[in-house]
């Protein structure tokens, strides 16, 4: 059924009912100026599909609370609501063309789906919410614009939502229900339009306040696809669910996530302490440049810092650089994990179970690097010191991961507390520029209270075929070998 309104004010009355065994969709087309107005509802007719679409530049204002049809397809004009649902109460909304105006109503549907030529608004000063509860994992390129908040959740099964709008500019919060997945295909800068709206307020990622319930097989993830920045906050809630926040695997270059987390925001919690995992996808470098904190949490009627902590996962590069206080200490298990603040690791130190812990600040925890893990100087491509004021324990099978540039070599310095090695852990060198010197420290420990290794506790590993090691006083050094042409001098 294809009605036709072209000019003025129409209003029906009754119930529509849409969708007979014969007739699967009615389309309303109202040209420019024309209104109309249901207040009746709008209901299916037995089985049958009861698709609504609006075609035209015209109005159709709804006045219903209770829609009954299985979906509304907006192709053009304006969708309003007047009161309560606005005809998408629990049904998906299309829109290729067009704009719903949510007009002071919260709204849900059951996905939400659309075109940059599309727009769901809220003009009026009513702060109200657009829940959207997916049925599938979806594609969002709807403009998304005026006074509302949204919330991102599904009908019981974890989804992958993919925003690719960078100019929202809802004013509103936004809010992830624990086991969705949100992927930024655009920027996100706070106070700027981004896929995140305008809000100033954090991003709410999962349950926050719970006594650690959900699955902890389910992942709240927020995403980089590409070089992009997210200026917004995150409150990271107390259910079991993982909290992520990084890149997806098929990103390329450098992410920056520059607002505060906050671990395990919520009133209660009692069990394992929630915690933040940072992923990355090999070919991705993701900066994290606010603070990482906990939060202060109630356990029965006293208060509690909760001691979450932070995981490195995937195979590319973090690098950490705010003001962090989070307690319950770092943990790499994969990839490489960059402190490049004198806080970055906060103060709980660090173990690397796999994967690699580099950068150029002082870290205040001790650290611990495991089997098949390794520890380095420096940047991703740039010879850099390392400082440990607490302590290093290398065990037997770990690695010293070594650039050269130049006059410069990374070195890890152990400033204070103990150095203990269990042989061997092999030195593996990257020449980055040719060595200028005859030699270079790698390991200091002149600073440690105790721990002296010997020289067989270390071996040579890959790219060391021409480089000798060798302990001078409470250090190892590199020293490379003589090569034709070249004249080193061994001091």
Same mark, same amino acid.
């Given at each position: 059924m294809t009605t036709t309104y072209a000019s003025g004010t129409s209003t029906i009355a009754g119930t529509l009912r849409v969708g007979t065994t014969d007739q699967t969709a009615t389309c309303w087309v109202i040209a420019e100026g024309g209104t109309l107005r249901v207040d009746g509802a709008i209901a299916r007719y037995g089985s049958?599909?009861?698709?609504?679409?609006k075609e035209g530049d015209g109005t159709l204002e709804l006045n219903t609370?209770?829609?009954?049809?299985?979906?509304?397809?907006? =192709?053009?004009?304006?969708v309003r609501a007047?009161?309560?649902?606005?005809?998408?109460?629990?049904?998906?909304?299309?829109?290729?063309?067009?704009?719903?105006?949510?007009?002071? =109503? /919260?709204?849900?549907?059951?996905?939400?789906?659309?075109?940059?030529?599309?727009?769901?608004?809220?003009? $009026?000063?009513?702060?109200?919410?657009?829940t959207c509860e997916f049925q599938g994992n979806q594609t969002i390129g709807t403009y998304l614009s005026g006074n509302f908040r949204v919330n991102y959740t599904h009908n019981g099964t974890s989804r992958v939502l993919t925003l690719t709008n960078p100019t929202n500019d809802y004013t509103g919060s936004t809010t992830i229900k624990d086991g969705n997945t949100l992927v930024l295909q655009a920027d996100s800068p706070l106070g700027a339009p981004g896929c995140l709206? +305008?809000?100033? /307020?954090?991003?709410?990622?999962? $349950?926050?306040?719970?006594?650690?319930?959900?699955?902890?097989?389910?992942?709240?993830?927020?995403?980089?696809?590409?070089?992009?920045?997210?200026?917004?906050?995150?409150?990271?809630?107390?259910?079991?669910?993982?909290?992520? +926040?990084?890149?997806?695997?098929?990103?390329?270059?450098?992410?920056?996530?520059?607002?505060?987390?906050?671990?395990?925001?919520? /009133?209660?919690?009692?069990g394992d302490n929630p915690h933040l995992y940072i992923v990355a996808g090999a070919d991705a470098v993701v900066n994290f440049t606010g603070n990482i904190t906990n939060t202060l949490g109630k356990i029965g009627t006293s208060g509690a810092v909760r001691n979450g902590k932070v995981f490195m996962l995937g195979e590319g590069v973090a690098r950490l650089s705010g003001d962090n206080t989070y307690k319950?200490?770092?943990?790499?298990? =994969?990839? %490489?994990?960059?402190?490049?603040?004198?806080?970055?690791?906060?103060?709980?130190?660090?173990?690397?179970?796999?994967?690699?812990?580099?950068? %150029?600040?002082?870290?205040?925890?001790?650290?611990?690097? $495991?089997?098949?893990?390794?520890?380095?100087?420096? $940047?991703?491509?740039?010879?850099?010191?390392?400082?440990?004021? /607490?302590?290093?324990? +290398?065990?037997?099978?770990s690695k010293l991961l070594i650039q050269v540039e130049g006059?410069?070599?990374d070195c890890v310095l152990v400033a204070g507390g103990t150095l203990a090695v269990t042989s061997p852990v092999t030195v593996d060198v990257d020449i980055l520029a040719d060595p200028t010197l005859s030699k270079y420290p790698i390991l200091d420990w002149s600073g440690s209270a105790s721990g002296a290794p010997a020289l067989t506790d270390f071996e040579v590993g890959a790219g060391a075929e021409d480089y000798m090691l060798k302990i001078e006083g409470s250090a190892l050094y590199l020293r490379p070998r003589k090569s034709a042409g070249t004249v080193i001098i061994l001091e």
């Amino acid at each position: 059924m294809t009605t036709t309104y072209a000019s003025g004010t129409s209003t029906i009355a009754g119930t529509l009912r849409v969708g007979t065994t014969d007739q699967t969709a009615t389309c309303w087309v109202i040209a420019e100026g024309g209104t109309l107005r249901v207040d009746g509802a709008i209901a299916r007719y037995g089985s049958g599909g009861g698709a609504t679409r609006k075609e035209g530049d015209g109005t159709l204002e709804l006045n219903t609370g209770t829609s009954k049809v299985n979906a509304l397809i907006i =192709n053009g004009g304006t969708v309003r609501a007047i009161n309560g649902c606005g005809g998408v109460d629990a049904i998906p909304l299309t829109l290729t063309k067009g704009t719903y105006d949510m007009n002071g =109503n /919260s709204i849900k549907t059951l996905s939400l789906s659309g075109t940059t030529q599309s727009r769901v608004v809220n003009n $009026e000063a009513t702060d109200v919410v657009l829940t959207c509860e997916f049925q599938g994992n979806q594609t969002i390129g709807t403009y998304l614009s005026g006074n509302f908040r949204v919330n991102y959740t599904h009908n019981g099964t974890s989804r992958v939502l993919t925003l690719t709008n960078p100019t929202n500019d809802y004013t509103g919060s936004t809010t992830i229900k624990d086991g969705n997945t949100l992927v930024l295909q655009a920027d996100s800068p706070l106070g700027a339009p981004g896929c995140l709206g +305008l809000s100033a /307020s954090a991003v709410i990622m999962g $349950e926050q306040s719970g006594n650690g319930g959900g699955s902890s097989a389910q992942k709240t993830s927020v995403l980089s696809d590409g070089p992009y920045i997210v200026g917004q906050s995150f409150d990271l809630g107390t259910h079991k669910p993982f909290k992520q +926040l990084g890149a997806t695997a098929g990103q390329v270059g450098t992410s920056t996530f520059s607002g505060n987390i906050r671990v395990g925001a919520g /009133s209660a919690y009692n069990g394992d302490n929630p915690h933040l995992y940072i992923v990355a996808g090999a070919d991705a470098v993701v900066n994290f440049t606010g603070n990482i904190t906990n939060t202060l949490g109630k356990i029965g009627t006293s208060g509690a810092v909760r001691n979450g902590k932070v995981f490195m996962l995937g195979e590319g590069v973090a690098r950490l650089s705010g003001d962090n206080t989070y307690k319950g200490g770092t943990i790499v298990s =994969n990839g %490489t994990l960059i402190a490049a603040s004198p806080t970055a690791l906060s103060t709980a130190g660090a173990t690397v179970a796999r994967g690699v812990l580099g950068g %150029t600040a002082t870290v205040l925890g001790a650290v611990s690097v $495991e089997s098949g893990a390794a520890l380095t100087g420096g $940047e991703v491509d740039g010879a850099g010191t390392l400082t440990l004021n /607490s302590g290093l324990t +290398l065990d037997s099978g770990s690695k010293l991961l070594i650039q050269v540039e130049g006059a410069s070599a990374d070195c890890v310095l152990v400033a204070g507390g103990t150095l203990a090695v269990t042989s061997p852990v092999t030195v593996d060198v990257d020449i980055l520029a040719d060595p200028t010197l005859s030699k270079y420290p790698i390991l200091d420990w002149s600073g440690s209270a105790s721990g002296a290794p010997a020289l067989t506790d270390f071996e040579v590993g890959a790219g060391a075929e021409d480089y000798m090691l060798k302990i001078e006083g409470s250090a190892l050094y590199l020293r490379p070998r003589k090569s034709a042409g070249t004249v080193i001098i061994l001091e």
